[in-house]
């Protein structure tokens, strides 16, 4: 069964969570400087330190440009070290810092907190659901877009 597309609101919807979650936990770390998804790179980084940033611009389905961008910002706020890829001297792999493991419970509290916030009335199966079915459509948004 197809969605029907001319009643499509869906990407409103999740656009709208998108921005409002990223303003969200931006406001609540405030005082650490973050700004735009630079949390979400974080905590990418703090699940596969020593990454280069071109595998953690694919694990985040980002461009390389941007996630360039905000992993240069996050090392001058002293949150995170390049180093030279020892194999690859053009590439750069990405480690976190001390300052950046003291915050990342912080920032996992703070989405653990938006997330709650956020799914209150959703039964715990609905929630799963719907996660799963973002999933999914995450997946074929990726397939389709690798394919032009």
Request: glycine content about 6%; proline content about 1%; hydrophobic content about 35%.
């Amino acid at each position: 069964m197809k969605y029907n597309v001319e009643n499509n609101l869906l990407g409103i919807w999740i656009a709208i969570l998108h921005r409002y979650r990223k303003s969200y936990v931006n406001k609540q770390l405030e005082a650490y400087g973050f700004s735009g998804g630079q949390f979400i790179i974080l905590l990418t980084i703090s699940k596969h330190d020593g990454s280069s940033q071109e595998e953690i611009s694919q694990l985040l389905k980002i461009d390389k440009t941007t996630a360039a961008k905000s992993i240069k910002k996050l090392e001058i706020n002293g949150y995170v070290l390049r180093k030279k890829d020892p194999t690859d001297g053009r590439a750069y792999n990405v480690y976190l810092t001390q300052k950046a493991l003291d915050i990342i419970p912080l920032i996992r509290e703070t989405v653990k907190k938006w997330d709650s916030e956020v799914t209150v009335g959703l039964t715990e199966e609905e929630c799963r659901l719907a996660e799963e079915i973002l999933h999914k459509m995450a997946d074929n948004a990726c397939e389709l877009c690798a394919n032009y």
